[in-house]
């Protein structure tokens, strides 16, 4: 039995120390500094997102574990190998190209055998293999095809086969589904995670959309600037962002400026344009912050104080999307959107205009310091 | 109109062809007539002429030095203009722009120009001998061929295929030998072909360098023209005009003449 299948069935270990680790690295293009003492750590068999926005850097952070740049300072470990001037081929880190870069002058199989012939492995072991690594992807019967004639989802599991064939120590993925629709995008991230999972290869995969993040990752790194403001569990980005750019960044959230009043026992007291909101934290009074509330913490009606900040709003548009159904409303002073979502509207409906109570929970209000 | 349209057109481009192509053909004949003056129609067959290319002074060795030289010159400018090509697409160097256009001026200079100034250049740093000079001129001659169709397929190349070697064990030489080289090929071909007729047939820069033991054929069949005006000219350039056939088919076959006109 080979590597491969054994590791199909054998369970993800997972061991405590980091597998990768990435220490006060930086990179700069000119005067543009793209990363700045940059700390990461990937654990054995976990499964990273880096989710940023455009230009942040990812790619960047990509090439520089794979070895095709080089950075100005800093370190990288893979296992207890300090990798940071290893040229990309005594690396053994795998990446699959945002466009997969498949080598159009070589079949399937041969695309998929490159990795191996560069190991000297003798034919048989060879072939044996790559027909594995086109099984575990689905396309066996593809294997004499030529690459050029296949689709955008059929080239995108070559590349990934190409890529795990040779059991790389990290795998490390490039918005791999950009170029493919939503539907089939969706049922790529599902597989993908699969196989990924299931062979337990530590993988970073780099993203801009954050569904794609909190569907398919054990841990996101949020970066913004060339650092990462937050790394964490998907639910723990969503729910405690580390930061204001974080919130604003996955999922969507009504956000209010304000000023800190007073800190009573753990709690804040912020006076905003719509009354006073309180959120677990403590701020010296004065101070600019920002309150926030994820649209469905937020409900309709009244609630008793001790526990809720009630608001007033006024609805101004009702969007219906399936499964749930999204409130705008504004406040007094017009310009704070203030979005809820609801999973079914109250018996006899709601028409725009009208003005309601709001309220959620103190313990879902959120703090931020002011930008 | 489109009938009568159709049919200038047609004889447009069977003008065209007899006014290009007759020339050439003509010599065919003449080269297996009996006669000891070109004349056309011929009188008869005969071979003498054919084996009169092995008697008549210098042919075979200035046929020889051309296909070392073409050959040679062809190889070095492949090697650097291909390096120069990729410093150029992937922007490494300053002034990119500049260099390519530089690597192809020697095509806007006239030959006599290039020639005097290698014979000068040669002289100046003590080159006596006439193969190295000649060797050398002829890879600035070719280099304007290659890099012209080598940069127009390194511009359609897409290089992750070259990150993506890498990642999967190769070297860099290694990933642009096995990636690389294979995806551009016919740019390749195409480029080699032109470089090698030009060294082959490039009379004007030559004419300055060689000397008595060195002679390229183009100025050897001009001597001869000169000496023994016979049909053992129409010999030899029937020789290169099925030579140069067969280089086709042989490169149509190798990567098919419709890629090679594309780059
Ligand atoms: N080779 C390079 N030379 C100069 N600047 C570069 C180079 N590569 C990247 N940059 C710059 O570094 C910054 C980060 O680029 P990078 O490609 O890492 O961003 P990204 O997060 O991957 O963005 P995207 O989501 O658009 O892919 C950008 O400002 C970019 O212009
Ligand atoms: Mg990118």
Same mark, same amino acid.
């Given at each position: ?29 000119? $005067? ?16 990273? $997102? ?322 | ?263």
């Amino acid at each position: 039995m080979s590597a491969l299948t054994a590791a199909t069935e054998a369970s993800v270990p997972k061991a405590a120390a980091a597998h990768l680790r990435i220490r006060q690295l930086g990179k700069r293009f000119g $005067s543009n500094t793209v990363l700045r003492d940059l700390a990461l750590s990937v654990e054995q068999g976990e499964f990273v $997102s880096l989710l940023g926005p455009s230009g942040c850097g990812k790619t960047t952070l990509l090439r520089l574990i794979a070895g095709l740049m080089l950075p100005d300072t800093g370190t990288i470990t893979i296992g207890d190998r300090d990798l940071t001037r290893t040229p990309p081929h005594k690396r053994n880190v795998g990446v699959v190209f945002q466009n997969y870069a498949l080598f159009p002058h070589l079949t399937v199989a041969e695309n998929v055998g490159f990795g191996l012939r560069n190991r000297k492995m003798a034919a048989a072991e060879r072939k044996r293999r790559v027909a594995e690594a086109l099984e575990l992807v689905r396309m066996q019967e593809f294997a004499e095809r030529s690459v050029t004639v296949l689709s955008g989802g059929q080239q995108q599991r070559i590349a990934v086969a190409r890529a795990i064939v040779v059991e790389p120590a990290i795998l490390l993925l490039d918005e791999p589904f950009s170029a493919l629709d939503r539907k089939l995008r969706e049922t790529m991230q599902i597989e993908l995670r699969h196989i990924l999972r299931n062979l337990g290869i530590t993988s970073i995969f780099v993203t801009h959309d954050q569904d794609e993040a909190l569907v398919m990752s054990d841990r996101i790194a949020v970066m913004n600037q060339g650092q990462i403001e937050h790394f964490g569990p998907p639910g723990d980005i969503y729910t405690n962002p580390k930061s204001l750019f974080v919130l604003e960044f996955v999922g969507q959230s009504t956000r209010l400026p304000g000023k800190v009043l007073q800190t009573i026992t753990g709690r804040v007291e912020v006076e905003t344009p719509l009354g006073h909101i309180r959120a677990p934290g403590s701020y010296l009074p004065g101070s600019r912050v920002v309150v926030a509330a994820r649209p469905e913490a937020i409900t309709l009606g009244e609630g008793p104080a001790g526990e809720f900040n009630t608001i007033k709003a006024t609805l101004t548009d009702i969007v219906y999307l399936g499964a749930k159904t999204q409130l705008h409303f504004h406040g007094a002073a017009q310009d704070e959107a203030i979005q809820v979502d609801v999973a079914r509207l109250p018996i006899g409906g709601l028409a725009p205009g009208a003005e309601l109570s709001l309220r959620w929970r103190i313990a879902d209000t959120m703090l931020f310091p002011a930008p | 109109m489109p009938v009568l349209a159709r049919l200038f057109a047609g004889l447009m481009l069977f003008l065209v062809l007899v006014f290009l192509l007759a020339p050439i053909a003509i010599v065919i004949p003449i080269s297996f007539s009996p006669s000891t003056v070109f004349s056309f129609p011929p009188t008869g067959f005969s071979l003498r002429w054919y084996e009169n290319i092995r008697n008549a002074d210098g042919i075979i060795k200035a046929l020889w030095l051309s296909t070392q030289i073409a050959a040679l010159s062809t190889a070095v400018s492949l090697v650097l203009g291909t390096l120069c090509a990729i410093a150029i697409v992937r922007g490494a160097i300053p002034g990119a722009r500049l260099v390519s256009t530089f690597m192809i001026s020697p095509l806007m200079i006239p030959g006599l120009v290039l020639g005097i100034a290698f014979l000068h250049a040669a002289r100046e740093v003590g080159l006596r001998d006439g193969y190295i000079p000649l060797l050398l001129a002829h890879v600035v001659v070719t280099m304007p061929f290659i890099m012209r169709t080598v940069l127009a397929s390194l511009a359609l190349f897409d290089f992750t295929m070259v990150d993506a070697a890498r990642m999967l064990g190769c070297a860099y030489p290694a990933a642009l030998w096995r990636v690389l080289v294979p995806n551009i090929l016919p740019g390749f071909v195409s480029g080699a072909l032109f470089a090698f007729i030009v060294s082959f047939d490039n009379y004007p820069v030559s004419i300055f360098l060689v000397d008595v033991h060195t002679k390229t054929l183009p100025i050897q069949l001009l001597n001869q023209l000169e000496m023994s005006p016979d049909p053992t000219l129409a010999a030899v350039a029937t020789v290169m005009i099925v030579l140069t056939i067969l280089a086709l088919f042989a490169c149509d076959r190798l990567v098919g003449l419709r890629r090679m006109a594309a780059v």
